[in-house]
């Protein structure tokens, strides 16, 4: 399982914008074989950070999504609204309830 964590900080006066593009990728990506997860979140506190999650099943799933028209897409349309974006991407061979 290939876990990924990321943040995009959004221009103020764009983040509407940004959230808007995020919707119809969010949807076609649940939709790709091997997402098991596909999450962005607005921070609380912080109204213009989005924070990312993703669980792929394999390399291959992941690597399919990297090169998806919609995700093409969805870069071009968060170009001009993101301050800045980091992702880190995780391997792990395992998972459990935490409680």
Known sequence: MIVVKG???VKADGKDDALAALGPAIETTRAE???AAYV???DIADPNLIHVFEE???EDALNAHM???HV???MGAVAGVM???SFTRYDAT???SLF
């Open 7 to 9: 943040e995009i900080r």
């Open 94 to 96: 395992g998972s459990r």
């Open 83 to 85: 301050e800045s974006a």
């Open 40 to 42: 962005y979140a607005r």
């Open 33 to 35: 074989a091997g997402n």
């Open 56 to 58: 792929w099943a394999d």
């Open 72 to 74: 093409a897409e969805l």
């Open 67 to 69: 090169v998806a028209p």
